[in-house]
Nanobody, 116 residues
């Protein structure tokens, strides 16, 4: 059974940075693409970024140039480095497979709040 454990969220001022972690257990991460998603209050969950096993990455337009997704397959961990954060980035952040591949059971996510 695949388990996803996100961490690293917190309160940060506009313009600040955070790096989120997602530890994936129950699989060999080398075989899988992984993605980050977020859900802001009152909004639907949205895709943020993804990384494929060969290292290809893709980003939502709203975060391109500010966020970076990367992975450590030896540690079964996926990261999301977030820079130049704005209040619009406030959300609960989740990791999972890219939706086209079929998602696993969602983890609890990690809250990111961007506020002065």
């Amino acid at each position: 059974q695949v388990q996803l454990a996100e961490s690293g969220g917190g309160l940060v001022r506009p313009g600040g940075s955070l790096t989120l972690s997602c530890v994936v257990s129950g699989i060999d991460l080398r075989m899988y693409g992984m993605a980050w998603y977020r859900q802001a209050p009152g909004k639907q969950r949205e895709w943020v970024a993804e990384t494929l096993p060969r290292g290809t990455t893709d980003y939502a337009g709203s975060v391109k140039g500010r966020f970076r997704i990367f992975r450590d397959d030896a540690e079964n961990t996926v990261y999301l480095a977030m820079n130049r954060l704005t209040p619009e980035d406030t959300a609960v952040y989740y990791c999972n497979r890219p939706q086209v591949a079929g998602t696993w059971t969602w983890g609890q996510g990690t809250q990111v709040t961007v506020s002065a």
